[in-house]
């Protein structure tokens, strides 16, 4: 099973940038769906985007849309995660993910994405910005 290894967050200045990696064990083109996530403290955690098998960014989520710009470097098994103007809250841990089969379907019922989950997660990293 695939094992995923973020890099140290860290703090920054409020209107700052910051680039959040991603290593994995395998390589993850064509197998797994990623994902990244952030958790505020005493708040569950939220999506920030999924990347499909090809690489495809969806879904970035409203709290980092328009900050937040997701790529990936096959050659060295990496998703990057940069976000651009950060806010304070914007700090959290944020979490990369893995998963084999697509972590959401479309459900008929509620006429939206239901989300199934992403079965690996790497440890976490803490992204800190201050005013």
Avoid at 25 to 45: L, N, P, V
Wanted: some cysteine; overall charge negative.
């Amino acid at each position: 099973q695939v094992q995923l290894v973020e890099s140290w967050g860290g703090a920054v200045q409020a209107g700052g940038a910051l680039t959040l990696d991603c290593g994995a064990s395998e390589s993850t083109d064509g197998r797994y769906w990623r994902g990244w996530f952030r958790q505020a403290s005493g708040k569950e955690r939220e999506l920030d985007a999924h990347i499909d098998t090809d690489g495809r960014v969806l879904d970035y989520a409203v709290a980092g849309e328009g900050r937040s710009i997701v790529s990936r470097d096959e050659g060295k098994n990496t998703l990057y995660l940069k976000m651009n103007k950060l806010q304070p809250g914007d700090t959290a841990v944020y979490y990369c993910a893995a998963n084999r089969g697509p972590p959401r379907r479309w459900s008929e019922t509620l006429g939206q994405w239901e989300e199934l989950g992403y079965a690996f997660w790497g440890q976490g990293t803490q992204v800190t910005v201050s005013s």
